[in-house]
């Protein structure tokens, strides 16, 4: 099934006509992005499309507990003439035995003295088909059967329940209920009740009679509290959202004229003085190495010149010792070679060879004393240039880094002071957060209160039920003489167990597949690989429990926040794969208070992948404009929804709050 177009006609805050065109250019593109602040209109598009296909049987969140006539009467647009009424049309286009079938719903009503008249028409391939508009209510189950529609339509409260997995149970048991067939059971087993209930009660004497008759009043006046109470509860809770979303909205404001610059303003001022300290410090070592052999540094190039010539200049005066040995070494040795009257022409070659040595070391002793350094002090010097030097200069290369980088934190850290407001300037919105930090307490006081109150409503509903029970087993005993009733009552008990039996092992033969891609659902939207490496859900109770690579078994608690709201996805998008619809995914809201991280794996890895078609309804902070770059490649079409307060009607714009990025080649 591919959704092509939904069009809204004087519909909540849509004034006139809006068409939205959704099908996908192509399969690289399937997200259709909605965008809009809280009050422009995302949750009436939502509604549309489950009002479109499913009437009077919506489960739309404007609706409530209202009549259906109630909830029609309220959606026409303040502003319609009443003439036109409102009407919303939602095209699609399904292969049926290979063939391309074109659908147009078309649901229209206007406001009469005393009722809404509502009509339908479904036009398959541009003709109206009368027998499918007269019992579409029927028919639509075979296009998308309400109970798998919430494993594709939803919103981001059906994630937060989903996330609370203590209270996912009665979720997956419907989801999973439904997914299999198995609310016909369930109906099955329910009538049967009513059966065995009444023929109890109709053979009921009269004394019994009379107590029963008690008791079921008793139970209406039970299920009617419970029903006020779950009614308040509902209120509490939306008081308490809406307390949550005025103090979001307040602290956003303040934080956003420097409120949480002024509370860290002690902290600034402390890291400030720490850095101007630290500074100081720097600048003193500095001058402590100037004082010492840093200025060196400058001469280098004469300080080897110097050490050089030293050198030279040492090897000089070896050169002259020697040679004054050899002068009275080379006498003695021409005066002994004289004496013992050797060869005269030998000895006097021997003496110009000795004569021309020593002249030559005379010559490479003839260097100019200018240093006058002897080896110690020539070797100190070497030492100061192969080491010394380059140690102190990588020294206040180092310094002065660390100097430079204390410069600019500190020049950060004082332009960040000077950006701090005054603090009488923010006391109006400290005064206001802090009104909205306690309204928030008490709502949400309320909240718990009222469904402690419901908690005590359905035990008292409960053992008002129970005792509507014993009265009809009391009356089954003492009837017992009325065979046909015994064994009605008797028949309905054992197919009730038959069918509970049932129930469970159909749950427990499918479950294994629908675990198998809950878990591998999981697995490519959590960050941290192999976190959680099985899933089980209970067959009979629908306790979800999980595990990690070593087996161990890994409680809600030690996940975050962000990690729930993933693991409610993924039995959404688990079930959806299992249910074997290809059907569209929309979803309201879809981010909650994710991180980054799971943000990007949710728009990298769920968005594009969870079908053929996906529709997500966002706010600007939700979707972002990083994760509007990121996720634009997969967008076929984007809208935004503006509300004019003036007009009190919302306007449709292609495009998202921020132009589409640059592509880049």
């Known amino acids: 099934m591919i959704l092509d177009e939904l069009v809204l006609h004087n519909v909540g805050v849509f004034g006139g006509r809006h068409a939205f065109a959704l099908t996908p250019p192509d399969r690289s593109k399937p997200v259709v992005l909605v965008g809009a602040l809280n009050g422009a209109g995302k949750t009436t598009f939502m509604d549309a499309l489950h009002l479109a296909l499913f009437g009077p049987l919506a489960r739309t969140a404007a609706r409530r507990n209202s009549s259906y006539q ?56 541009g003709a109206r088909d009368s027998s499918l508009s007269d019992r579409w209510g029927e028919r639509v189950e075979a296009f998308i059967p309400r109970g798998v529609a919430e494993l594709f339509f939803f919103d981001g409260e059906k994630i937060e329940t989903l996330a609370e997995l203590d209270n996912a149970r009665d979720t997956l048991r419907a989801a999973i209920g439904s997914l299999l067939g198995l609310d016909l059971v369930d109906r099955l087993s329910t009538d049967l009740t009513v059966l065995e209930r009444n023929h ?218 000077a950006a701090v407001p005054n603090e009488r300037a923010l006391e109006d919105l400290r005064d206001a957060r802090d009104a909205a930090i306690t309204e928030l307490t008490d709502a949400r006081m309320n909240a718990e209160r009222a469904e402690a109150a419901v908690a005590d409503a359905e035990r008292s509903t409960a053992e008002a039920q129970r005792r509507v029970h014993n009265l009809l087993e009391k009356a089954a005993e003492e009837i017992a003489e009325y065979d046909d009733t015994n064994r009605i009552i008797d028949h ?75 693991l409610a996805v993924s039995l959404l998008w688990g079930l959806g794969q299992a249910s074997g619809k290809p059907l569209p995914v929309v979803i309201d809201t879809p981010l909650g208070r994710l991180d980054s991280a799971h943000r990007r794996h949710l728009i990298s890895r769920y968005f594009p992948q969870a079908s053929h078609q996906v529709i997500l309804l966002s706010t600007d902070q939700e979707i972002d404009r990083n994760a509007w770059e990121a996720l634009h490649q997969y967008v076929g079409h984007a809208y935004c929804l503006e509300y004019d307060a003036d007009s009190g009607s919302t306007t449709a714009e292609a495009g998202y709050f921020w132009p589409a990025p640059t592509t880049r080649n």
Not at 519 to 537: A, F, M, N, V
């Open 70 to 125: 109630a909830y029609l009467r309220r959606l026409i647009h303040q502003g319609a003439p009443p003439s036109e009424g409102a009407a919303v049309e939602l095209a699609f286009h399904v292969y049926q035995e290979g063939t391309q079938r074109n659908y147009r719903i078309v649901r229209s009503w206007r406001e009469s003295r005393s009722s809404v008249r509502e009509q339908l028409d479904v036009i398959v391939d």
């Open 200 to 417: 109890r009660a109709n053979q009921a004497p009269p004394a019994v009679q009379k107590l029963l008759d008690g008791a079921k009043r008793r139970v209406d006046e039970a299920r009617s509290t419970e029903t006020q109470a779950k009614q308040q509860a509902a209120a509490a809770r939306t008081q308490a959202d809406r307390a949550e979303h005025k103090l979001q909205t307040v602290e956003d404001q303040y934080r956003l004229e420097g409120g949480q610059l002024l509370e860290q303003r002690n902290e600034l001022e402390t890291r400030r003085q720490h850095l101007a300290k630290t500074l100081d410090e720097t600048n003193n070592q500095l001058i402590d190495i100037a004082s010492g052999e840093a200025p060196l540094l400058l001469v280098r190039d004469q300080l080897a010149k110097v050490s050089e010539h030293a050198t030279h200049e040492i090897a000089a005066q070896r050169h002259q010792l020697v040679a004054d040995v050899l002068d009275e070494r080379d006498a003695q040795i021409v005066a002994t070679l004289r004496d013992r009257r050797v060869k005269k022409q030998t000895v006097d070659d021997l003496e110009q060879f000795l004569a021309n040595e020593r002249e030559q070391r005379a010559t490479a002793s003839h260097v100019e004393q200018i240093t006058e350094l002897d080896a110690d002090a020539a070797a100190e010097l070497r030492r100061l240039l192969e080491h010394e030097l380059d140690n102190t200069a990588n020294h206040i290369a180092r310094t002065i880094d660390e100097r430079a980088a204390r410069i600019n934190e500190l020049e950060d850290v004082t332009r960040t002071l």
């Open 492 to 566: 309905a008990e054992r197919v009730r167990g038959t069918l509970s039996a049932l129930r469970t092992e159909a749950t427990r033969r499918n479950l294994s597949r629908i675990q198998g891609l809950v878990t591998e659902s999981l697995g490519r939207l959590l960050r941290k690989d192999r976190l959680i490496t099985d899933l089980q859900i209970d067959p009979e109770t629908f306790d979800v429990s999980l595990h990690g690579r070593t087996g161990d078994t890994i409680l809600p608690q030690q996940l975050s926040a962000g990690e729930r709201q993933l």
